[in-house]
């Protein structure tokens, strides 16, 4: 009542102090937990990269495959959060119960589809490869991530829940939890321990495997723990008939986030492969530079869900002046925090890079492609941010298309022409890759805003 109170009174300045408020007690805490989270791919990576340069380039072939897949069925669940905060606003908050409980037996199924997909795409390995020895780590790192496929889809759902009320602590308390296991699992899985063989770079697929499932363990008991949570936990877990009227409305709004992730995944991942045959040494300071960018990714990613939660629920309770109030001030914090980590970025990047390999080879590829990363973080984070918003007003399709078409009709295309051939400027390399994701993403950017103008004049027509 007094957050509904509060948000009842116009506002008007750039910057309005309630609306910073609740952006950044959602923010912080999932920016925190997703670059915890993120810290489990940045462990993989140097772990496997003091194991040899072999088992960094199966990381990061592996991974094209396993976190691609992964990340995509995750974002189809991640519609949750926003029809909750939506039902939160106008006042139907009961109905939550029934939509986590459908949103169960939609994440089972993506489950399913996600394994059969990683299973058969693994053999991919050996097509885009001659080093057989590389494939084979590779597949068997995908391998070994399949019996976590089922939890990090659950977890997705009962994050939904605490995300849709407002509370993103649970999610960084977890992820912190994830991060200070899949360290010495790392260690014991990737070199030995005891009775336990060297697995190599693969070992790291079997220890993020068993951190989703104790991570989805502690968010279910951290639900079940809350007298606020505790009887959705119950209708959640309950075995009911599903309502498919409602899997397909989760599934309709929700399939076009994942389907654009799994666009903006599979663009990267398959540069990735496009790379393979330059060699160890490109394909692993690419992997640094993507990884790098992941985690300053981590800051608009955190502000786009935000801006979903707090969208939805001023669609949800009409209020367009809290709204405006909301959008002025989350594209001020957007873009003030994302210039800092631009400067920061360029500024420190041979200190990052060599946080991850000694390889002196690695550490000069790299630091100049950390450059075009930290140049391209403008563009990635308004489509971040303009995903959330339109994910918030319920009007996900066009974010499919925009990636589709910007990451596949012309990014990869662009990658490959300047990468591997001569026909636009003379063969770039690993920093063609990244000219190709520089425009991929400023188109995207530009697409998605201009759908966001329309969908809240659409929401909203009295403004202006």
């Known amino acids: 009542m007094r957050e509904m109170k509060m948000e009842s009174s116009p506002a008007r300045k750039w910057i309005d102090p309630h609306e910073l408020k609740r952006l950044m007690a959602l923010m912080l805490p999932l920016y925190i937990g997703n670059i915890l989270h993120m810290g489990m791919g940045v462990t993989d990576t140097v772990v496997a990269g003091w194991s040899s340069e072999l088992d960094l380039a199966s990381i990061a072939m592996g991974f094209s495959i396993s976190g691609t897949v992964m990340i995509a069925g995750g974002a189809v669940l991640t519609i949750l959060s926003a029809i909750i905060s939506r ?68 977890m997705r759902v009962i994050m939904a829940n ?55 363990l502690c968010l279910l008991s951290m639900m079940y723990g809350s007298h606020q949570h505790r009887q959705r936990a119950g209708q959640m877990l309950a075995l009911r008939r599903p309502d498919w009227r409602t899997v397909r409305h989760v599934l309709r709004l929700g399939l076009p986030v994942g389907v654009a992730s799994l666009c903006e995944m599979s663009f990267f991942s398959m540069v990735t492969l496009i790379m393979a045959p330059l060699g160890e040494v490109i394909v692993s300071a690419q992997q640094v530079a993507i990884n790098v960018s992941g985690v300053i990714f981590m800051l608009p990613l955190s502000l786009s869900i935000a801006a979903a939660i707090r969208a939805a629920y001023h669609v949800g309770a ?37 946080f991850y390999t000694e390889s002196e080879q690695i550490v000069e590829l790299a630091s100049v492609l950390i450059i075009y990363c930290a140049v391209y973080q403008i563009s990635d984070a308004t489509q971040a941010v303009m995903s959330g918003l339109l994910r918030g007003c319920h009007d996900t399709a066009i974010i499919t298309w925009a990636n589709l078409s910007c990451y596949w009709g012309v990014g990869l295309p662009l990658a490959y022409l300047l990468i591997r051939t001569d026909y636009i400027v003379p063969a770039m390399g690993a920093p063609g890759a990244w000219v190709s994701f520089i425009v991929a993403l400023t188109l995207t950017a530009i697409i998605l805003t201009c759908r966001f103008l329309y969908t809240r004049r659409r929401l909203f027509p009295t403004r202006s």
């Open 87 to 154: 039902l939160r606003g106008a006042g139907k908050a009961h109905k939550a119960g029934h939509i986590l409980n459908n949103g169960k037996v939609l994440a089972i199924c993506l489950s399913v589809v996600e394994v059969f997909i990683m299973f058969l795409g693994s053999y991919a390995f050996f097509y885009v490869t001659d080093n057989v020895e590389l494939a084979s780590r590779a597949q068997l790192y995908v391998w070994f991530t399949l019996a976590g496929v089922p939890a990090n889809m659950l």
């Open 162 to 216: 605490f995300e849709g009320y407002g509370q993103t602590r649970p999610a960084m308390f977890v992820s912190l939890c994830g991060v200070l296991l899949n360290i010495p699992l790392n260690y014991i899985f990737v070199f030995g321990w005891g009775i336990i063989p060297a697995l190599g770079g693969a070992g790291c697929g079997l220890a993020t495997a068993i951190i989703n499932w104790c991570m989805c």
């Open 318 to 354: 009409r209020r367009a002046e809290d709204f405006q109030a909301m959008l002025r001030t989350l594209l001020i914090v957007t873009y003030a925090l994302v210039i800092f980590f631009m400067v920061v970025t360029i500024l420190l990047r041979r200190d990052i890079v060599g």
